[in-house]
């Protein structure tokens, strides 16, 4: 069966700093990819997603994503973090072909340092 | 109202009671799912439907019972739950064929 792995449980930065998230997954073929955020308190907001095509994908709030194939990884990136920033994310996986049926990572929750 | 809303947002229930959790999408989809959030584990979907057809049921026990009337409304019907049942049930919707989901913000759910 497809398993999203995120190994990073918590993750601490400066405000400022860069920011990196992993995320691998295992599937056969290219899965779909997404990431998506939560703030305490509140539903999941899509920030960012990979079908096909160019392997660096822009997504909302500044972040961006890569996916290398030969990894198998959709790592999240932010080159400046924000206070505002602080929430858990979440990478998921759809199976091309396997209707809307999302695999989830059990997410990183991230704390940001003023 | 717009995107995916969810009432109760937080709802508290003894193991004897019977409760349903009501989630109402505004942007037109016609496919919507239950999730469940818990503590340490990653999000678990429940159900599917799609064109009001129920398409996934993943082993969920009886005692949750989802309805959907229309495409925009969509139901969780909760009777006889257990402390372990205690979690964050996430509602999401689609255009059935797309695969971007857009959640609503969850409905903290305690039995105790």
């Known amino acids: 069966a497809q398993s999203v792995t995120q190994p990073d449980i918590h993750i601490t930065v400066s405000e400022g700093a860069s920011l990196e998230l992993r995320c691998n997954y295992s599937?056969?073929?290219?899965?779909?990819l997404f990431w998506y955020v939560q703030s305490p308190g509140q539903g999941l907001q899509l920030l960012l997603k990979?079908?096909?095509?160019?392997?660096l994908v822009q997504g909302i709030k500044g972040f961006e994503a890569e996916f290398k194939r030969s990894q198998s990884s959709f790592n999240l990136r932010k080159p400046s973090v924000h206070w505002s920033d602080a929430a858990e994310y979440f990478c998921?996986?759809?199976?091309?072909?396997?209707?809307?049926?999302?695999?989830f990572g059990t997410g990183t929750q991230l704390k940001v340092e003023l | 109202e717009t995107g995916v809303t969810q009432t109760p947002r937080h709802l508290v229930m003894g193991m004897t009671n019977k409760k349903s959790l009501k989630c109402e999408q505004h942007?037109?989809?016609?496919?919507m799912y239950w999730y469940k959030q818990s503590a340490k584990k990653p999000l678990e979907l429940m159900f599917v439907?799609?064109?009001?057809?129920?398409?996934e049921n993943n082993s969920v026990p009886s005692r949750f019972s989802p309805e959907c009337p229309n495409s925009s409304h969509l139901f969780l019907h909760l009777h006889t739950l257990q402390p372990e049942d205690s979690a964050l049930y996430l509602c999401?919707?689609?255009?059935?064929?797309?695969?971007?989901?857009?959640f609503g913000p969850g409905t903290r759910l305690t039995v105790l």
């Open positions: 998921a996986i759809i199976l091309t072909g396997g209707g809307n049926k999302l695999t």
């Open positions: 599937y056969g073929a290219t899965p779909y």
């Open positions: 439907y799609s064109l009001e057809e129920r398409v």
């Open positions: 942007l037109g989809h016609n496919a």
């Open positions: 999401a919707s689609s255009q059935a064929g797309r695969n971007e989901q857009f």
């Open positions: 990979y079908f096909s095509g160019d392997t």
